[in-house]
């Protein structure tokens, strides 16, 4: 058995395999259902301050290679996410990350405040990166400077580690990468999804309510691997990659791009037991290629042949 152990910033992991925020519910639902080994952590749906209905269905489309969601950051809110499942979800033997969002930077230092340095919060992850908030006017991470202002900000609200979740909607993941870690991020994640739409044209209609969404799964796995290897070439935090993993192979690219841990996503709401069964792919690849550690594949790209 290979050594899967990960780190990122601070924090160990068992494996650099985390269930990606919005895809694994607030974790605890599948606890009974699945086996735990070969899970890093899970990272949970988006929290916000006040509960949040998210927006109208049709919410997910599949397209080829993946699908589109437009769910809009339904969640139940930070106090009953407190009260109703962290004291379970922290009783699990996974790293808990808590994903959260808010329409201003006043709403993240409210969710951040309220979260507190609670018993079991093992990270935030700030996401930044939502193609679906029309409040938001334009998604926050493609503009470094509120980047800067977001992180800064909530940098002083809590002694958790930071993470700053970033967009692939930028045409240099560079700069927003060197604004959160400026500003101290402990690590960043990446990516979130990419805006798209999807149209029936019999009925001449978007097929989401919200005319667009945001796309993952398989089909951006080339663009998540790229981010990862630019953003964790430009800054000295750690990266946690993600976009399009499906198997153990997968979590190997993104290790060699550069990533410290890698994200699973879409694969879940077909397969929640993905991350398990990945992390043991993981172990099967790294024994066949006779690597001790999977942390001896962080950035070992090697050139491109000749
Ligand atoms: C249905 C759905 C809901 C999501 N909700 C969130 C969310 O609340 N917060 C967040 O930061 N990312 C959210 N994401 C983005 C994922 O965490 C992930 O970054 C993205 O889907 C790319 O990974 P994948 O291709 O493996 O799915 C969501 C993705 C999907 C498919």
Known sequence: M????AKVGSLDFATPVIAASGTYGYGLEFDGLVDWTGFGGVSVKGISSEPCDGLAAPRMVETPAGMLNAIGLQNIGVEAF????LPRLSSLPIRVIVNVWGNSPE???????RLGDADGIDAIEVNLACPNRKEWGTIFACDPKLVATVTARLRKKTRLPLWVKLTPNVSDITEPAKAAAGEGAEALSLINTLRGMAIDPESRRPLLSNTTGGLSGPAIKPIGLLMTYEASRAVDVPV??????????DVAEYLLAGASAVQVGTVNLFDPSAPHRIGRELDRFLDEQGVAAARDLVGALEAPAG
């Open 2 to 5: 290979a050594d899967l152990s």
């Open 82 to 85: 407190l009260s109703d499942k």
């Open 107 to 113: 709403q993240y230092e409210d969710v951040v405040e």
């Open 240 to 249: 946690v990659g993600g976009g399009g993993v499906a198997s153990g192979r």
